[in-house]
T-cell receptor, first 114, second 114 residues
Framework: AQSVAQPEDQVNVAEGNPLTVKCTYS??????LFWYVQYPNRGLQFLLK??????LVKGSYGFEAEFNKSQTSFHLKKPSALVSDSALYFC????????????FGKGTTLSVSS | NAGVTQTPKFRVLKTGQSMTLLCAQD?????MYWYRQDPGMGLRLIHY???????AKGEVPDGYNVSRLKKQNFLLGLESAAPSQTSVYFC?????????????FGEGSRLTVL
């Protein structure tokens, strides 16, 4: 069975500092990995994904994520946080077998202080 | 450019009442999904569809039924609502699984069951 874990319920960081939101996964075969962001009272917005190739993936709003196969991790990063980055972030995983759906983590609330 | 549209956005029901949530997408996507979001639980898959006329159970299907009579619409029904079904419901669609395509989400439907 596939699963994804986000070990931190909340991450606090000061504006201008680097941020990391952690994600680990479990899936049979090669994974498809995703990050989504949710602002209050809104739907989820796609940030970036890893399918294959370069382990460092760049996405929207200056975010990037690093795929580490040996540690089964896909941490979200940003070199310099903005107050406007404050939101709920979800990691998601899908196996590459046909018919498998996207499984989400429980989410991590990012709070960026000015 | 509507994307994924959910109706209604808010609804209050009494225990035992029935209702249907409608999801419509204008992107000609094959796959559609219904998730529920609860605090601290992330998003959990209720049902999904891989094409017109098909449906499949997700992680938490009990108490819900779905139908996909038209490719662009995916309906979620509650035959006899229970307080445990108080949640925010999200519909999503994707072109398919090939290449790890991302999901596109609606803005959510907030349901309260008294």
């Amino acid at each position: 069975a596939q699963s994804v874990a986000q070990p931190e319920d909340q991450v606090n960081v000061a504006e201008g500092n680097p941020l990391t939101v952690k994600c680990t996964y479990s899936v049979s075969g090669n994974p498809y990995l995703f990050w989504y962001v949710q602002y209050p009272n809104r739907g989820l917005q796609f940030l970036l994904k890893y399918i294959t190739g370069d382990n460092l993936v760049k996405g929207s709003y200056g975010f990037e994520a690093e795929f580490n196969k040996s540690q089964t991790s896909f941490h979200l990063k940003k070199p310099s946080a903005l107050v406007s980055d404050s939101a709920l972030y979800f990691c998601a995983v899908r196996g590459n077998q046909a018919g498998t759906a996207l499984i989400f983590g429980k989410g991590t609330t990012l709070s960026v202080s000015s | 450019n509507a994307g994924v549209t959910q109706t209604p956005k808010f609804r209050v029901l009494k225990t035992g009442q029935s209702m249907t949530l409608l999801c419509a997408q204008d992107m000609n996507h094959e796959y559609m999904y219904w998730y529920r979001q609860d605090p601290g639980m992330g998003l959990r898959l209720i049902h999904y569809s891989v094409g017109e006329g098909t449906t499949a159970k997700g992680e938490v299907p009990d108490g819900y039924n779905v139908s996909r009579l038209k490719k662009q619409n995916f309906l979620l029904g509650l035959e006899s609502a229970a307080p445990s079904q108080t949640s925010v419901y999200f519909c999503a669609s994707s072109p398919g699984l090939a290449g790890g395509r991302e999901l596109f989400f609606g803005e959510g439907s907030r349901l309260t069951v008294l």
